[in-house]
């Protein structure tokens, strides 16, 4: 599967920004969704992830539970990150992920995911 992230931009703190992941390829349902991010000079760090239904296994960061929602529609082969009440801290280039094996205790180590888009910057400024 090839990925593709968009939607990120510049936005003031307290507001909102949508980012989208497209997926190219057959199966979508089957693989496991993440978004992960990364500021300058820090590692990769995960944000949220989904299961191939939508319905089950959604996870968070504690830093942004609350404010971030992760969806996905498997009829457009797309997986979302709803972002609200941001923060100066949420600045970073966020990259969607995805796997078909990925075991779910794992599901928050970038090393689990083999497919990954090219990622989308975000600024938030104060």
């Known amino acids: 599967v090839q990925l593709q992230a968009s939607g990120g931009g510049l936005v003031q703190a307290g507001g909102s920004l949508r980012l989208s992941c497209a997926a190219s390829g057959q199966s979508f349902r089957s693989y496991f969704m993440g978004w992960f991010r990364q500021a300058p000079g820090k590692e990769r760090e995960f944000v949220a992830c989904i299961s191939g239904s939508g319905r089950s296994t959604l996870k968070y960061a504690d830093s942004v539970k609350g404010r971030f929602t992760i969806s996905r529609d498997n009829a457009k082969n797309t997986v979302s990150l709803e972002m609200n009440n941001l923060k100066p801290e949420d600045t970073a280039v966020y990259y969607c992920?995805?796997?078909?094996?990925?075991?779910?205790?794992?599901?928050?180590?970038?090393?689990?995911?083999?497919?990954w888009g090219q990622g989308t910057q975000v600024t938030v400024s104060s």
């Open positions: 992920a995805g796997d078909r094996t990925l075991i779910v205790s794992q599901a928050t180590t970038p090393d689990a995911y083999d497919y």
